[in-house]
């Protein structure tokens, strides 16, 4: 039986637009695949955990929220050039706190990674040197994707999401 949402996800049975549905909660996922709705599920990127895949398990198949691959690093190819930055970056979280890696501190990584990485090639903390670093970072890996900045384009990458 749907949950108490499934008054909403009845509304929208009748007309299959994932643009029609609030962001994906477990309940809304679940409802979703019990209605045996076609069309795609787009959830929001608060389901950026693997809990949520607990917590939905079969009916986060086929789901398709703006998470980057880190959620499933471990399933990708090994000839995937972010795996080695997905999986180092899981395995140390997960060492280092005891708890499932989410993209959300994924998110926060790659901002220092990004960071790190221009100082270094600055050679410099000031901002100004630091800025142009930035703005200068070609073709560098982190988990959300490959990162190309400009002075006009503040913050790019090669996102793949996870389905």
């Known amino acids: 039986m749907p949950s108490r949402d499934g008054d909403r996800a009845l509304q929208v049975a009748s007309r299959p637009d994932p643009r029609n549905l609030p962001p994906g909660t477990g309940d809304r996922t679940r409802d979703y695949r019990q209605l045996g709705i076609r069309a795609p599920l787009y959830v929001s990127h608060g389901v950026g955990s693997k809990h949520y895949i607990e917590l939905v398990r079969a009916a986060a198949n086929g789901v ?19 795996k080695k930055v997905l999986v180092d970056y899981q ?3 997960e060492k280092n706190t005891g708890q499932p890696v989410s993209t959300f501190g994924g998110h926060a990584y790659d901002r220092l990674m990004i960071l790190l990485d221009a100082m270094k090639r600055a ?13 200068a970072a070609r073709n560098f890996m982190v988990t959300g994707g490959v990162v190309n900045m400009s002075a006009t384009i503040i913050s790019a990458s090669t996102f793949r999401p996870c389905e």
């Open 64 to 82: 398709r929220p703006p998470a980057a691959a880190l959620l499933v690093a471990d399933r990708l190819p090994d000839s995937d050039p972010q």
């Open 91 to 93: 395995t140390t979280y």
């Open 123 to 135: 050679g410099s903390a000031d901002k100004g040197k630091v800025r142009d670093a930035i703005e």
